[in-house]
C-alpha cells in the first residue's frame, strides 16, 4: 500500500446533545420560535431528503445535476487539474460523481457533512469509484470553522463545491460568512463552485417545498422526532403540521411547523408553551437573482468568474474566485 494512511480516515466533529439542546433551548425561546434547519439530517432526515430530490415538484436535484453534466468540460477547464475538492453539507454525493469524473486528475475530496451515515455511505462509494483519489472525510457541521486534512500529493489549487442550492438555508449576513469561510479556505489560488436555485414563478417554487407525496413534510417533522430521540424533548408529532410559503418580497421558502393546538412542550428541564395555531420556523430556502448573489460575493470577497444556468433560467452554478 503506497498511502500512509488508511484512506478514509474519518474526522468526527459532529455536534452532540449538549450543543443540540443548547440550541434548541435558545430557538424555542426566542419570539417568534424557530429550530435550526441543519439539524433535519440525521440518517432519517437524509434519507427523506434524498427521496424529495426525486419528487416531481422538487426540480432543483435533476436542474442542476443535468446542469453540471452538460457544462462540465467547461467547468473543469475553469478549473484546471489537480484540485483538492472539499464539499461542504456533501449529502449523498450524486454530483459529487459527476464532478470528480469531469475533472482533471483531482488529488483528494473531503467532504463535511454533518450526518455521519451519509458520509460514510457516500465515502465508500466513492472511493470505489475513485481509488485514485485520495478520500478525507470531515464530520462536522460546516458552518464552524474546519480545518482541512493535507493530502498525499500537493494540489494545485482548492475547490469548494457547495452545490444543491444549500446556500439557501442561511440568511444573508450568514450566507456571506459561510462564502468568507470558503474564501479563507481555499486561498489566494483556490475557487468556489456554488450552486444557487434562481428566481422564478412563486407557485413553481411553493410546489417543490409542497410535494404531494407529503414527503417534504415527514422531512420537517422529522425534526421533532430526532430532538426527542437524541434529547429526550417531549413533542407530539401528531400536534405540528409542515407549512411551505413563498415570500416574493424577501425571495425565500419560508418553512414552518404549526402548533395545532396550545401545547406544552418539555425540553431540558425547561416548558415551552404553544398557542394554536402558533408558528415556528425552520428552514428558509433562499432564492437569487444574478446581481443580489454577485453582491453577497462581493460582500464575502469572491467575484463570480462564471456562470451557467439551465435553460430556462430556474437554476445556476456560479464560480467564484477570491
Ligand atoms: C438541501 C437545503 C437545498 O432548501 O431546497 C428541500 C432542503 N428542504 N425541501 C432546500 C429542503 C425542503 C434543500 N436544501
Redesign the pocket.
Same mark, same amino acid.
Given at each position: 500500500d503506497m498511502r500512509a494512511r488508511p484512506n478514509a480516515e474519518l474526522v468526527d466533529l459532529l455536534p452532540g446533545p449538549e450543543r443540540i439542546s443548547a440550541d434548541a433551548v435558545a430557538g424555542l425561546s426566542a419570539t417568534p420560535k424557530r429550530l435550526p434547519s441543519k439539524y433535519f439530517y440525521d440518517a432519517r432526515g437524509s434519507e427523506l %431528503?434524498e427521496r424529495?430530490t426525486h419528487q416531481p415538484e422538487?426540480y432543483?436535484t435533476a436542474t442542476e445535476s443535468a446542469l453540471l453534466a452538460r457544462r462540465m468540460p467547461d467547468i473543469s477547464a475553469a478549473i484546471g487539474d489537480r484540485a483538492h475538492v472539499v464539499e461542504y453539507g456533501s449529502g449523498s454525493g450524486r454530483k459529487t460523481e459527476t464532478l470528480l469524473a469531469g475533472l482533471d486528475d483531482p488529488v483528494a475530496y473531503t467532504p463535511i457533512e454533518i450526518s455521519r451515515a451519509a458520509l460514510l455511505d457516500s465515502v465508500a462509494r466513492l472511493e470505489g469509484r475513485f481509488p485514485k483519489i485520495e478520500m478525507l472525510p470531515v464530520c462536522a457541521d460546516f458552518t464552524r470553522a474546519v480545518s482541512l486534512p493535507s493530502p498525499e500529493r500537493t494540489p494545485r489549487r482548492r475547490l469548494a463545491f457547495f452545490p444543491? @442550492?444549500?446556500l439557501?438555508?442561511f440568511v444573508e449576513d450568514e450566507a456571506v460568512a459561510l462564502l468568507r469561510a470558503m474564501h479563507d479556505t481555499v486561498g489566494a489560488g483556490g475557487l468556489a463552485l456554488v450552486g444557487i436555485d434562481l428566481d422564478k414563478d412563486p407557485a413553481t417554487i411553493e410546489a417543490a417545498?409542497n410535494d404531494a407525496a407529503g414527503v417534504?413534510a415527514a %422531512?420537517t417533522l422529522n425534526l421533532l422526532a430526532r430532538l426527542n430521540r437524541e434529547i429526550g424533548s417531549d413533542f407530539d408529532l401528531g400536534q405540528f403540521r409542515h407549512r411551505a410559503r413563498y415570500s416574493r418580497e424577501r425571495r425565500r421558502i419560508e418553512?414552518f411547523l404549526v402548533s395545532q393546538r396550545e401545547q406544552r412542550v418539555r425540553l431540558d428541564g425547561r416548558e415551552f408553551a404553544f398557542a394554536a395555531g402558533e408558528e415556528m420556523q425552520v428552514?428558509y @430556502?433562499h432564492k437569487y437573482t444574478d446581481a443580489q448573489f454577485a453582491a453577497m460575493a462581493a460582500r464575502a470577497g469572491m467575484a463570480v468568474r462564471a456562470a451557467w444556468n439551465d435553460e430556462s433560467d430556474w437554476y445556476g452554478l456560479r464560480l467564484l474566485r477570491p
Open positions: %431528503f424529495i422538487y432543483l444543491g @442550492s444549500t439557501g438555508n417545498y417534504t %422531512f418553512t428552514e @430556502s
